[in-house]
């Protein structure tokens, strides 16, 4: 099919010298034309009725009409989470048979999974086998906000974390430390979901905790090393 829609005429009370205002207008039209004709098929779609059959005269028509089914199906096509170009598909009696447009949804459907699993797989990816997206985050807020003014890297490795190493300048006053041991836990492997064994019997958290998830579990562990630090 060949579109004419660069050549469009306009109506003469619709002429300025503003180009704009012209290319806003001919989007306007091209736009109220392309839903008309798919408005206009899901309405003959709806006038079957629940029963299935419409009969007119000696003309008797069924939900299962190819032509009726096809102008629907290229309606339902803008339904799909995927982008798919269709064109100016309202300018012309775009049709789609039922077997393409059953390939176009699984496609649309296979589509949105793997770009859930690229997302995901973004999300989850680490930087020295520790740092993820949200904990580089909260890394940079310290950096931000002046609570570290650097951040020099990783200092040692473990099965269930990683320590790295900053830098904070205070004010001479200050009895902030100079230098910082950031300890960051490896919260998704499988050693971390056995950490709960070690908590339990401790009678300094034996009342906080519960059946939690697992993460949450993360808050209490690194308090426990604190205070064994501190003893």
């Known amino acids: 099919k060949v579109s004419f829609g660069k050549f469009l005429c306009l109506p003469a009370e619709c002429h300025s010298s503003d180009e704009d205002e012209n290319k806003e207008y001919i989007l306007e039209q091209n736009e109220k034309c392309h ?38 199906n290229a309606g339902r ?17 775009m049709k789609l048979p039922n077997n393409v447009f059953s390939a176009l949804r699984r496609h649309a459907k296979a589509e949105c999974k793997r770009r859930y699993r690229f997302h995901e797989k973004k999300e989850k990816s680490t930087i020295e086998k520790a740092l993820d997206e949200k904990t580089q985050i909260i890394l940079f807020k310290m950096l931000n906000n002046q609570t570290l003014d650097s951040l020099t890297g990783c200092i040692s490795t473990g099965k269930e974390a990683c320590v790295y190493h900053a830098f904070s300048y205070p004010e001479e006053e200050s ?14 492997l499988n050693e971390f979901k056995n950490r709960e064994q070690y ?27 604190m205070r064994n630090l501190q003893r």
């Open 35 to 72: 839903w008309q004709a798919f408005e206009q098929a899901e309405k003959d779609f709806h006038a079957v009725g629940r029963s299935g059959v419409s009969r007119q005269g000696n003309v008797t028509t069924t939900k299962h009409d190819l032509n009726i089914s096809a102008r629907r």
């Open 77 to 93: 096509l803008m339904e799909l989470h995927c982008d798919i170009p269709i064109g100016d598909g309202g300018k012309f009696d």
């Open 175 to 188: 009895t902030v430390p100079v230098e910082y041991a950031i300890k960051v836990f490896k919260t998704s």
């Open 199 to 225: 908590i339990k019997d401790d009678h300094r958290f034996k009342n906080r905790l519960t059946k939690q998830n697992p993460q949450k579990v993360i808050h209490i562990w690194a308090e426990k090393e």
